[in-house]
């Protein structure tokens, strides 16, 4: 049950829930998605289709899992008590920190979700802080990370040679930005939604005081502030929104991953990134202080502050800063594993009395 599936017209739609989807399937269990067909209609006919999707399912079902609890869950609750199966509802942190808390009549709903599902997971200790306030105790467990497509460039062979694995890196390095169209010398880069939220207009500006340094951006995805941003600075380059063996390509190019979000409840990205042995500068909010460790994996900066972005970026000039950033990166995301995930919810669903 979701809200938050690709689809034709929006294939890049919350991966994560797509890769559940897989997870499931690749132990076994039989998966009926009740999701969007399309974006191209507004949210209440939207949610009309997934609830008629949701109640008109036919089969025997063993349970219900709902991405994200709010609005998702709602139906998915709705859809459990009438067929008398558990629900467990996954957490993904906009749906319990904004929606919910929009109006009390959101908040009412969201609190019947949490409470009334049988168990409720949260994607970092940040997000269940919020599920907390609704009435309920989640277990924390991550969205999960592809390790087979996030990785580092040349690979991760552990015989070789420090120095051997660091040529080996940068020729792979070199070859994929070669491939991609990557701008000359260092390379910042943002991937996201182009949006005052994610912290895109602070990526600009930061690019635009570290101008001189040389460092270069490139932004991959797409919004509200693409226009503006295009416009504002030529030392940016602009890509469209990727599929995931695109992102993590451009990843490995990066000579350092920028997530200078205002609100993040996890930072995927910055776990992406991590896995393929790029350092990260991130804000400190959120979640992303449980993922990017200051001065051992990555840099971490106030939020909405491109004064302090041009200043780590001046930081990151220092190769020798920057490899033990990366090379500390792999490692410390390895709990984020989709196989470690996918056991982890088995164990949830197993204390509901479902095989999954």
């Known amino acids: ?7 034709p017209d929006r294939p890049n739609m919350s991966p994560f829930v797509a890769r559940r989807v897989d997870a499931l399937r690749e132990r076994g269990v039989d998966v009926v998605v009740a999701g969007p067909s399309s974006y191209r209609h507004n ?27 709010y609005f998702a869950g709602v139906i998915g609750l709705l859809a459990a008590r009438l067929r008398r199966i558990p ?3 996954y957490a993904h942190g906009g749906d319990v920190i904004d929606y919910a808390r929009r109006n009390r009549f959101h908040h009412a709903l969201a609190g019947w979700v949490v409470r009334g599902a049988g168990a409720i997971v949260a994607n970092s200790t940040y997000t269940a802080g919020y599920v907390q306030k609704l009435g309920a105790t989640p277990r924390v467990i991550s969205p999960g990370l592809d390790r087979e497509l996030f990785k ?21 390095r070199a070859t994929e930005r070669a491939r991609l169209g990557a701008p000359d010398g260092l390379l910042a880069l943002y991937v996201g939604t182009l949006s005052e939220r994610k912290g895109a207009d602070v990526f600009a500006a930061g690019l635009v005081l570290a101008a001189g340094t040389g460092w270069s951006g490139v932004m991959v995805g797409g919004g509200t502030l693409g226009q503006s941003i295009a416009r504002g600075d030529s030392n940016l380059k602009l890509v469209p929104p990727a599929p995931p063996a695109e992102v993590a390509a451009w990843m490995r190019a990066a000579d350092v991953v920028v997530v200078p979000s205002r609100g993040e409840p996890l930072g995927l990205a910055a776990i992406e990134a991590l896995a393929c042995g790029t350092p990260v500068i991130a804000a400190a909010v959120g979640g992303l202080v449980e993922v990017v460790n200051d001065g051992d994996n990555g840099l971490l900066i106030p939020p909405a502050d491109p004064a302090a972005l041009a200043s780590a970026l001046e930081r990151l000039r220092d190769p020798d800063l920057r490899a033990r950033l990366g090379a500390a990166g792999p490692g410390s995301v390895t709990g984020h594993d989709m196989r470690t995930a996918a056991t982890e919810m088995a164990e949830v669903w197993a204390e509901l009395g479902v095989r999954a």
Request: charged share 20%; proline share 5%; glycine share 8%.
């Open 152 to 172: 580092p460039a040349g690979g991760t062979e552990a015989k070789a040679r420090a120095t051997d694995r660091a040529t080996e890196r940068a020729t792979a």
């Open 43 to 69: 949210s209440i006919v939207r949610h009309i289709g997934i609830t008629w999707r949701a109640l008109t399912a036919r089969g025997r079902f063993d349970g219900v899992e709902a991405h994200p609890v």
């Open 1 to 7: 049950m979701t809200n938050i599936y690709p689809t």
């Open 87 to 89: 629900l467990l509802a």
